[in-house]
């Protein structure tokens, strides 16, 4: 038996994904899946991700890396505070536009 604790950052990525995927869900939140593992296990989780859209899942991804967010989104949710700041889809994807929205105060209201 391997003590969860003792493998990767990466390694340890794989085993909550494995639980939550065990769990057979339709929507999946994932809040910095890549933060603290290497370039290899992120590309791992990438596909992984893609293969659960292409299976119907709906995938909520929290990432403060902005390659990550534009390269693996099909819209952007840009949040301040608690209050959404604004909505992207892919057409629109920027870094300076996720910027400018993310350094506003302005709130919208979203039907999504």
């Known amino acids: 038996t391997v003590v969860t604790r003792n493998l990767s950052g990466g390694n340890q990525q794989k085993v909550v994904l494995a639980k939550?995927?065990?769990?057979n869900s339709d929507i999946l939140i994932?809040?910095?899946?890549?933060r603290g593992i290497d370039v290899g296990a992120?590309?791992?989780?990438?596909?992984?991700?893609h293969e659960l859209?292409?299976?119907?899942?709906?995938?909520?991804?929290?990432?403060?890396?902005?390659r990550e967010l534009i390269g693996m989104s099909d819209r952007i949710i840009?949040?301040?505070?608690?209050?959404?700041?604004?909505?992207?889809?892919?057409q629109d994807f920027s870094q300076?536009?996720?910027?400018?929205i993310a350094s506003s105060s302005r709130k919208v209201e979203v039907n999504l």
């Open 96 to 100: 300076e536009k996720i910027l400018e």
């Open 53 to 66: 859209t292409k299976q119907g899942k709906s995938i909520i991804m929290i990432s403060s890396e902005m």
């Open 30 to 34: 994932f809040d910095e899946p890549t």
């Open 78 to 90: 840009i949040m301040n505070d608690g209050h959404i700041n604004g909505v992207l889809n892919r």
């Open 20 to 23: 939550w995927l065990a769990t």
């Open 42 to 49: 992120k590309q791992e989780i990438y596909n992984l991700m």
